[in-house]
């Protein structure tokens, strides 16, 4: 009883990552139809930036302060890889919306020059991160174990979704993007700027690429090439939830997190992989257009 | 359309920068090339130098992977060769005459090595190339060497089940690795171990030695699990591991995967009191990668470490940090790429040429005071005689060694003195 409870947790928790891998790409490649190649790059220049927050407090803030670096790496990361994005949206993507096969090979290729700009500045060899130690062990009930990292990670999930959620439906400017990405060109008949609202929304969706590198630091590796690790799954949460719903990004992240879990209990992880796969497969032939689709009345 | 262009020259200029730049640090990092797929239509940055090749100069090949996902282990492996060479040259070099390294990058792509293994052979006329990593590129490489007759030296530990007159095996074969840190487990911690792996030949192969080795001694393997290459999410594994609880978790796992699993294993409150992790894949550099913390206590097997107590050792690590800054480390695949460049010049200098025939033939016998201690080549299988040591993670990111063979083993690559492997393929 207790393992499967156990495994009930692990599934939550592998789906919080999942969805904070996807939540960034499902706005740039949900919403804006971004085929976005570089968002495993984006994720991972946000884990930089955060090994970047570690050496400064190591060497410049007083040794007690030391946890405080985790806090502070969140929003810098958030910032840093947001404007990234923005600069990427600036000079390649703009010039592509609406030729995705073009987008994904510029994205590709601007994540190649990401990958190789840190390992000119970090050097190839992977870095490590010391978890804050209110992150390090785990909560004991009831005889389970859950550790700390990951209960912050599916907090952190929560609370990205929410702020995402309370950003798209509750203020004018996320109206404006839901407006743009409906019906780009009625947007802009009532006078919506919209090279502003993609700026502003691509900006976005690499910034939270930015917190998933942030806090995958917690459980995986850092290195130039940890990319690419994600961005298979990332796409495949966003394609199973159903390109441009958030509500299907979110099930659809839960529903792979605790099947892959469940899985590879029962038999071994290369073994789930091939099942979570073939599962997805089998559900995409059911519903072609993922968990939900978005149903609107432009003519795309 | 002004501005597009605009945007694809500021895209361009801030690519061409960062190739630049990385040119630059080319010769201390040691990687300098700007991706793989570029590098494969254009040779090499090191290669478009002019190398001359005269009568007073002897020709060797350096392949490893200098870009791609291996580029992270091999380029050290490259710069112990490097180093080699050039102390060989101070002194005088080989046969009176200058050794001048060819290098060229393998892209971590096993088509590459071999295409870049018969350019070496036969353009630029090498006799022996230093090289590979993964047992994929050795076995890319095999035919290639085979078919010019050359010499390939391979320095990293292996699975064993391979011999070939044309490859000298520096690293350890199972018997110097594998079987002796399963005996030692054995005897000082506990009989029922977890083996854990990434999903290859590799810890496969490994597993089965292991697991035949158990039955022979009465141990038991409570569970195997493998996870693909790039796996970071060890939740369940560790769900399986309290499950079982076993004594010993005997860990195969290679690259990335060993950073998710080691602080998952920390943060879930296992600790190496709770359980104790042999791995064979974690070597210093490694170690820094994953974090000393979450490693300390935790145990790898090895024929040399930083740390090993020799006067060869000493001037190694001062050497090669001398060359290539104070915050680099050495470790095992790197000391024997060092070695077996020594070995390869004493059988030139024995043979009294580099001919491949000649040079086979004399180096069986060769013994060199390697850092970790003498080595010795076997004349029958091509291995080398090397100390066996087991090493515990301190809080430094260094090993101490907790158990030695006290002398050099003898390699033996297909474990024929061991009843108990009768059945392994």
Not at chain 1, 84 to 104: A, Q
Not at chain 2, 83 to 91: G, Q, R
Not at chain 2, 109 to 132: H, Y
Not at chain 2, 376 to 400: A, M
Request: net charge negative; hydrophobic share 45%.
């Amino acid at each position: 009883m207790s393992s499967v409870a156990m495994q009930i947790f692990n599934g939550i928790s592998l789906g919080s990552v999942l969805l904070l891998v996807a939540m960034g790409l499902a706005i740039t490649f949900g919403l804006m139809r971004v085929i976005n190649m570089a968002h495993g790059d984006l994720i991972m220049i946000g884990a930089y930036v955060t090994y970047l927050m570690q050496v400064i407090f190591v060497q410049y803030i007083p040794e007690q302060f030391f946890d405080w670096y985790f806090i502070l790496a969140i929003p810098a990361a958030f910032i840093i890889v947001a404007g990234i994005g923005m600069l990427l949206e600036f000079t390649v993507i703009r010039h592509l919306y609406g030729r995705p096969l073009d987008s994904l090979l510029a994205t590709f290729g601007a994540g190649l020059i990401l990958q190789q700009l840190i390992r000119t500045i970090f050097g190839a060899p992977n870095v490590g991160v010391q978890s804050p130690s209110f992150l390090q062990g785990s909560l004991e009930i009831f005889g389970l174990y859950l550790p700390f990292s990951r209960l912050f990670m599916i907090g952190l999930v929560i609370v990205c979704l929410g702020g995402l959620f309370i950003y798209l439906y509750r203020t004018r400017q996320g109206r404006r993007v839901r407006a743009v990405m409906q019906n780009r060109e009625m947007a802009t008949c009532v006078g919506i700027s919209s090279r502003k609202v993609d700026s502003l929304t691509f900006a976005m969706g690499a910034g939270f690429a930015g917190v998933a590198g942030c806090t995958l630091t917690l459980i995986g590796p850092i290195g130039p090439t940890i990319g690419l690790n994600y961005i298979v799954d990332a796409f495949m949460v966003v394609v199973v939830g159903g390109v441009g719903a958030l509500t299907g990004t979110v099930i659809g992240a839960l529903g792979i997190g605790v099947f892959n879990t469940f899985f590879e209990y029962w038999t071994n992880a290369s073994m789930g992989k091939v099942l979570i796969f073939a599962l997805i497969i089998a559900f995409l032939q059911w519903r072609p257009s993922g968990l939900f689709s978005m149903k609107t009345r432009s003519l795309d | 359309m002004k501005k597009y262009k605009w945007g694809i020259a500021l895209f361009s200029t801030v690519f061409i920068l960062s190739a630049c730049a990385a040119g630059d640090e080319a010769a201390d990092t040691g990687f300098g090339e700007a991706s793989a797929g570029e590098d494969e239509l254009s040779d090499s940055e090191e290669n478009s130098e002019e190398v001359v090749v005269d009568e007073d100069s002897i020709p060797v090949g350096l392949l490893h992977s200098l870009s791609g996902t291996m580029a992270i282990s091999e380029t050290s492996v490259r710069d112990a060769v490097m180093l080699a060479i050039d102390e060989i040259n101070e002194d005088g070099g080989v046969l009176g005459k200058e050794i001048v390294p060819i290098v060229e990058d393998g892209a971590s792509d096993e088509p590459v090595f071999s295409e870049r293994a018969s350019k070496l052979l036969q353009q630029d006329d090498v006799t022996a190339i230093f090289g590979t990593w993964t047992s994929a590129s050795r076995q890319a490489v095999k035919p290639v060497v085979e078919e010019h007759n050359g010499l390939l030296f391979y320095p990293v530990q292996y699975e064993g089940m391979e011999s070939s007159p044309n490859i000298f095996y520096n690293g350890a074969a199972p018997n110097q690795q594998i079987v002796p840190a399963v005996e030692w487990l054995f005897d000082n911690v506990g009989d029922s171990f977890f083996l854990l792996g990434s999903d290859y030949v590799f810890p496969r192969t490994a597993n089965q030695i292991i697991q035949a080795q158990l039955d022979d001694l009465g141990g038991e393997v409570v569970r195997e699990e493998y996870t693909p290459m790039g796996h970071t999410d060890y939740n369940t594994i560790i769900s399986h591991i309290r499950d079982t609880d076993p004594d010993v978790i005997f860990n195969t796992l290679n690259g990335d995967s060993n950073v998710a699993f080691f602080n998952q294993l920390a943060d879930a409150g296992i600790t190496s009191d709770d359980v104790t992790v042999l791995s064979v894949s974690v070597a210093e550099e490694e170690i820094r990668g994953i974090g000393a913390e979450v490693l300390e206590g935790h145990l790898a097997s090895w024929n040399y470490y930083q740390t090993t107590d020799t006067p060869e050792n000493e001037t190694f690590v001062s050497n090669f940090k001398e060359a290539y800054g104070e915050n680099r480390v050495t470790g095992d695949p790197i000391e024997a790429a060092y070695f077996m460049v020594y070995l390869w010049a004493q059988a030139v200098e024995e043979a009294g040429s580099t001919e491949t025939d000649a040079v086979r033939e004399a180096a069986a016998g060769i013994t060199f005071d390697a850092p970790n201690g003498p080595v010795e080549i076997d004349g029958d299988n091509q291995h080398v005689y090397k100390t066996v040591r087991i090493g515990e993670v301190q809080s430094d990111g260094q090993f101490e060694e907790v158990w030695n063979s006290g002398e050099p083993v003898k390699p033996d690559p297909f474990l024929e003195n061991y009843d108990w492997a009768e059945a392994i393929q």
